[in-house]
């Protein structure tokens, strides 16, 4: 066990000595209410932690791990796990800034008999490097195909969404 504890220290190290490794991730919150007499309030949070490695200027790859919670009204809230490892090629850098595009697959299971999804798709955004360490990141819009358990909502969802949904915001440290 110390022999494979070590050997795990040393990769940490050797990878991270070239400042390839990064470390990110997002947070949101979303409280919404219905104007209706008598609606009840939905309140939601998220929490996704990512883990990057670049192969070269342009190819990366990544793992997010996420948490989420919708609670409706009086209803208990849905807890959701996700995973979601992706692929990133930024094809445009201009000084500080430049574009890429992930791809990649995400796997949700949400609370007890509360089923799962999966889907597969792209997402642009930008990266703009504030520091020598610290990135800002924005993603937005979504291409793909989604497919919800019967106990999730049983549905299949393709398309492509360029809307406020579908926008999100974090920070990089590079390691």
């Known amino acids: 066990m ?20 990064w470390l990110g991730g997002s947070f949101g919150f979303d409280w919404a209410k219905s104007k209706k007499d008598g609606a009840k309030a939905t309140t939601s949070w998220g929490i996704a932690p990512e883990l990057g490695y670049n192969l070269d200027e342009n190819w990366a790859v990544a793992i997010k791990l996420g948490v989420e ?11 959701g ?15 500080k800034l ?3 595009i ?20 792209v997402q642009p955004g930008l990266c703009y490097k504030v520091g020598d360490t610290v990135s800002l990141v924005a ?18 969802m393709f398309g492509l969404g360029i809307d406020g949904n579908d926008l999100s915001f974090g920070v990089y440290f590079d390691l």
């Open 139 to 156: 993603k937005f819009g979504y291409f793909g195909w989604k497919s919800y358990s019967e106990d999730a909502g049983n549905k299949d």
């Open 98 to 100: 430049s574009f890429f």
């Open 2 to 21: 110390k022999k494979i504890f070590a050997i795990a220290v040393v990769a940490m190290m050797a990878i991270t000595v070239n400042a390839q490794t």
């Open 102 to 121: 992930d791809g990649g697959i995400n796997y949700t299971t949400y609370g007890k008999n509360a089923g799962n999804s999966f889907g597969i798709g």
């Open 81 to 95: 796990f996700q995973v979601n490892p992706y692929a990133r090629y930024t094809f445009c850098q201009m000084d």
């Open 69 to 79: 919670s919708v609670k409706h009204g009086d209803a208990d809230a849905v807890m």
